[in-house]
């Protein structure tokens, strides 16, 4: 498979979200993991702001090689209580809060910041074991939480659903998602982002509702 070089394969994935999304605005995350700082400057100059990262070293040491950029970083893999500190301190949104015990250090290392820290509740929406994510039922006492603490602001969901095969099934497992939003929606009337759909199921994933996407792979290539 021939790759395509960065620029032209980021237009290719803007015009399909614009396609998919047409009229709601979806907000695409970079998924820049195992990918070099200077990938991200170059799709910087394109125009694109927000990149995902799952590992925080990893993060880090291209942040500083990107501290000349106004970037906005997102936290996307699964949250250790050890990286509380760095995670608050060093991103501007995080997407993977799945358990409360994590609330209070992310707000206590967050002061150091001007700025409150985004959140998203990571759900766990097909039940698999051994993934990151909470339950739905756990989700929105996780919600009262999150929307307690100051340095914190709630902006709604994000999820990874089971790669079905089969897209009727994987389009149900959005649709839950949708549904668990707009139950949130109703008690917490502020948020306003849903993170579903990556490479392979964006379009699926916003012809559901999302108004976030993540993308990598389609974007910067196949990982090594
Ligand atoms: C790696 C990753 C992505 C991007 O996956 P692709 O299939 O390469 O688009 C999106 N979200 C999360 C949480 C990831 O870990």
Known sequence: MRIPPLKSAYA???????????PHPVNLIAVSKTRPATEIRSLAELGQRAFGENYVQEALAKQS???????EWHFIGPLQSNKCREVAAH????QSLDREKLVEPLNRYRQVRVSPLMVL????IDGEPNKAGCSPTAAIDLAKKIAAAPNL??????AIPEPYP???RRRESFRQMR???????RRHPQIDTLSLGMS??????ISEGATMVRIGSALFGPRV
């Open 12 to 22: 290719a994935i803007q015009e399909r979200i614009r396609h998919a999304a047409s």
């Open 65 to 71: 090689k990107l501290s000349d950029l106004p970037l």
């Open 91 to 94: 991103f501007d949104w995080l």
């Open 121 to 124: 509740i990571e759900v766990n």
């Open 153 to 158: 602001i709630l902006r709604g969901l994000m």
């Open 166 to 168: 089969d897209q009727s």
């Open 179 to 185: 549904e668990l939003y707009g139950e949130m929606q």
């Open 200 to 205: 392979d199921d964006f379009e699926l994933a």
